[in-house]
């Protein structure tokens, strides 16, 4: 793990936690990524970046594409 690859994960965690309005929807969307970058950052186990990173970049770009599909208002329903 560089610590590149994790600020960069941390700052579009951060970009996304200010941009997304709706408590709920920003919860739902970024609760398991910042949950794990806060298990990386605190090494709970040997090796966990190189299996937490890519799991937290997917979880990150899905809340990216769908707020640029929905926009930052998007509400999560259900």
């Known amino acids: 793990m560089t610590t590149s ?9 951060a970009k996304l936690e200010q ?3 709706d408590k709920d929807a920003k919860d739902y969307l970024l609760r398991l990524a910042n949950n794990w970058l806060v298990d990386v950052e605190r090494k709970v186990a040997p090796g966990i ?3 937490m990173l890519p799991l937290i970049d997917q979880q ?8 640029a599909k ?9």
């Open 60 to 67: 990150l770009r899905n809340a990216e594409d769908l707020v």
């Open 49 to 51: 970046e190189t299996v």
């Open 70 to 78: 929905y926009g930052p208002k998007l509400r999560i329903i259900g």
């Open 19 to 21: 941009t997304i309005v």
């Open 5 to 13: 690859e994790l600020a960069m994960l941390k700052a579009r965690a």
